[in-house]
């Protein structure tokens, strides 16, 4: 019998044998490069946005805490409540995500929301009862959230006069183009937001973190590191464009997608079957294996060509279609493989391996995207000495 196992992002036990495994070694080799790149005096707040890279939010943000990150930044409140649950105490910073009516749980539980107008200011003031700390986001030229620069030193004093709020710090995210342009893309907004702090200043206003550079930025543009920095995706190991003194190596720390076969059929007769599907080539004295994985869990819906599975060290086919929650694989050739067995869809078995490289190629999506795909349900295992 298989036991069940417990997953620290999500703590109650899971029977269902599928999940990830995330090493731990990785994230804490990838913060301290990073530490060395942008130095002491430089407040690292990790950006767990997108489940942080696919590797779990809770347990991402938790470690970071514990190997000396000074802050999270969420793009999801309900995130920063389940990260306080977990005994996250660092302060945590919402991009935006919530209305003003929550300004009471949020300062029950050191959150800072983000302010970009004066209506914000108002309603977020209206709202709190007590002192909230707050973020104003400034915008570079993206059109998302945040301040125009015409507008950034009266909504940044309409924060300082609020009875309630307390100006925290100030950030900008520039928008990428969707390439990595960033010559022509990100200099101008960076040039903006830049005019805009020193216009800040100038007003007597100085807010106690100044934050702009995310993962892109940081190894791009090191003099806009100023006193605080927030990248996510560089924690997990994506990889990004760098100058020459910030290159180096970001290891991956999503390295395992795996499941276990739950049914093992051998096909061996199906003389008594009114109507077979001819979902897949059927082979002599052919077994079939089931495991629970299926599209609802991020696996692509249609099955990708030529796709395999690992099973004792040998590659095995997997067999279409993707059900929701279901994947059949081919064990003719590894007729030992008996219910309980693991199954690997990235990662190693014995002497092979699928690499996040392969299964990008499989999946035809970027690496990133691989991890991003699979579902924050299925759980994540946190791991040490996977070197």
């Known amino acids: 019998m298989?036991?069940?196992?417990?997953?620290?992002?999500?703590?109650?036990?899971?029977?269902?044998?599928?999940?990830?495994?995330?090493?731990l070694d990785a994230i804490e080799h990838n913060f301290k490069f990073l530490r060395r790149l942008v130095g002491p005096d430089v407040k690292i707040f990790a950006c767990t946005k997108g489940n942080a890279g696919g590797c779990g939010f809770v347990g991402v943000a938790t470690f970071l805490e514990s190997v000396g990150a000074d802050g999270i930044a969420v793009g999801n409140v309900d995130d920063a409540m389940a990260i306080r649950r977990a005994g996250g105490t660092l302060p945590i910073l919402l991009y935006p995500s919530c209305l003003p009516m929550s300004a009471r749980a949020l300062a029950a539980n050191r959150l800072m929301p983000t302010i970009s107008t004066l209506d914000d200011v108002?309603?977020?003031?209206?709202?709190?009862?007590?002192?909230?700390?707050?973020?104003?986001?400034?915008?570079?030229?993206?059109?998302?959230?945040?301040?125009?620069?015409?507008?950034?030193?009266?909504?940044?004093?309409?924060?300082?006069?609020?009875?309630?709020?307390?100006?925290?710090?100030?950030?900008?995210?520039?928008?990428?183009?969707?390439?990595?342009?960033?010559?022509?893309?990100?200099?101008?907004?960076i040039d903006t937001i830049v005019e805009v702090?020193?216009?800040?200043?100038?007003?007597?206003?100085?807010?106690?973190?100044?934050?702009?550079?995310?993962?892109?930025?940081?190894?791009?543009?090191?003099?806009?590191d100023f006193n605080a920095v927030d990248p996510g995706r560089l924690f997990t190991g994506t990889q990004f464009p760098a100058v020459k003194e910030r290159q180096g190596e970001w290891r991956s720390a999503f390295i395992s997608l795996k499941s276990r076969i739950v049914m093992k059929k051998p096909l061996h007769d199906l003389s008594g079957i009114a109507f077979v599907p001819n979902f897949f080539p059927r082979r002599e004295n052919m077994i079939i294996g089931l495991i629970p994985i299926g599209w609802c869990d991020g696996y692509p819906r249609v099955l990708p060509e030529g796709a395999y599975a690992l099973v004792k060290g040998k590659r095995v086919p997997i067999l279409g279609p993707v059900h929701s929650e279901l994947l059949r694989i081919d064990l003719t050739d590894v007729p030992d493989a008996d219910v309980g067995e693991e199954v690997v869809l990235l990662g190693?078995?014995?002497?092979?391996?699928?690499?996040?490289?392969?299964?990008?190629?499989?999946?035809?999506?970027?690496?990133?995207?691989?991890?991003?795909?699979?579902?924050?349900?299925?759980?994540?295992?946190y791991l040490r000495g996977q070197a």
């Not at 009862?129 to 309409?158: S, T």
Request: proline residues 9%; aromatic residues 6%.
């Open 2 to 23: 298989i036991p069940a196992f417990n997953s620290p992002a999500s703590g109650p036990a899971h029977h269902r044998p599928t999940w990830c495994e995330i090493d």
């Open 348 to 381: 190693r078995s014995g002497g092979a391996e699928i690499t996040l490289e392969e299964l990008s190629v499989q999946w035809n999506v970027p690496q990133g995207i691989v991890r991003h795909s699979i579902r924050a349900h299925v759980p994540r295992l």
């Open 122 to 189: 108002e309603a977020w003031s209206a709202q709190a009862q007590g002192p909230l700390e707050v973020f104003l986001k400034l915008d570079g030229g993206g059109l998302r959230v945040g301040a125009l620069p015409v507008d950034a030193i009266q909504v940044a004093q309409a924060v300082m006069a609020s009875r309630h709020l307390r100006l925290a710090g100030v950030y900008a995210h520039p928008v990428t183009s969707g390439n990595f342009d960033t010559a022509g893309y990100y200099r101008p907004q």
């Open 197 to 224: 702090l020193k216009q800040l200043d100038a007003a007597g206003i100085v807010p106690p973190i100044r934050m702009v550079a995310s993962s892109e930025i940081i190894l791009s543009y090191p003099e806009v």
